[in-house]
């Protein structure tokens, strides 16, 4: 749901865009060794659910440890029941399961995120480690301002935006905006806008957004780009904001989605305008706030 209701946007003209379908990158695709990590999976999946500890279901990580009548747990689940074996209830008592813990040193299994294309296996200890950054794992809904905790996918996601949050989608790499508020002197963390852009077949978010910079009330704008940061690199943004004879550019670098908006914008890494100026640029009586903002978004060589 779009919290904007005093800042809106209005497209001014559509210009021209290249479009770059031959850049379509093509992660997803499964390739042979997906399949055979897929029967690997079902080979060790008996043993994969001894190691899952019975109380939490989380993976158990050494000291696994186990109560006098064999049952296992996690050693963050053995604080939580203050020492008594949540199966049989018997004291637990300071026994470790050495032979578990073997075993899951000895094992090998794919990545979780097989299904949505990481075809990679893993030893038991190490498959954890990657998959807290593995690229193929779910990204967050972009949209901020809210407590959304939806995700999934880019495609996902994009549908996501346009549906619920109802997002204004555009086609294209360059864009002419203009931001109008009709009460520009009142500032709250809360007021922004997101635009999704389709060009050189990704998609970017384009945040616009006032909150409070210390005491000074500011307008930010950046680019966000829906995918890992290495691609993200791949490509620059410019923006412009001006009006009575005077002009800002920012150009920069978008930021991966999998980085937090609020850190992109406490980095400051975009557009900043002063209120002040922002409302120099806006003409009139100061009485509303008409940010006229173009774009481009391209790719580097
Ligand atoms: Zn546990
Ligand atoms: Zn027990
Ligand atoms: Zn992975
Ligand atoms: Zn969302």
């Not at 604080?79 to 209830?89: E, I, K, L």
Request: net charge negative; aromatic share 10%; with cysteine.
């Amino acid at each position: 749901m779009n919290t904007g209701s005093r800042i809106y946007m209005e497209e001014l003209q559509r210009e021209d865009f290249e479009n770059e379908i031959g850049d379509i990158y093509l992660s997803n695709v499964l390739s042979d060794s997906g399949v055979k990590a897929n029967v690997h999976s079902t080979a060790s999946g008996s043993v994969h659910e001894l190691l899952e500890c019975p109380v939490c279901t989380n993976s158990m990580f050494p000291p696994i440890h186990q109560c006098p009548n064999g049952h296992t747990l996690c050693s963050s689940c053995k604080v939580r029941v203050h020492n008594y074996c949540p199966t049989c209830c018997q004291e637990l008592g300071n026994i470790r399961c050495l032979a578990l813990e073997k075993v899951a040193e000895s094992l090998e299994l794919p990545c979780k995120y097989q299904r949505t294309g990481c075809s990679r296996i893993f030893p038991y200890y190490a498959k954890f480690k990657h998959e807290l950054s593995c690229k193929f794992r779910p990204y967050g809904c972009p949209y901020a301002g809210s407590e959304c905790l939806v995700n999934g996918d880019i495609p996902m996601l994009v549908s996501h935006l346009e549906n619920d949050h109802k997002v204004d989608m555009h086609e294209g790499s360059t864009f002419n905006h203009r931001y109008v508020k009709s009460n520009p002197h009142e500032v709250e963390n809360a007021t922004w806008m997101l635009t999704v852009f389709k060009c050189y077949g990704e998609h970017f978010c384009l945040h616009f957004e006032a909150f409070l910079l210390g005491a000074a009330p500011v307008y930010m704008a950046f680019l966000r780009f829906m995918g890992e940061d290495e691609e993200a690199k791949k490509f620059s943004y410019s923006l412009e904001v001006g009006g009575n004879g005077r002009k800002l550019i920012w150009q920069g670098m978008p930021r991966s989605i999998r980085e937090g908006h609020r850190k992109v914008r406490d980095g400051h890494d975009g557009l900043i305008i002063h209120q002040n100026m922002a409302l120099f640029f806006s003409g009139g009586d100061g009485q509303e706030l008409k940010l006229r903002v173009t774009g481009r978004i391209w790719k580097e060589q």
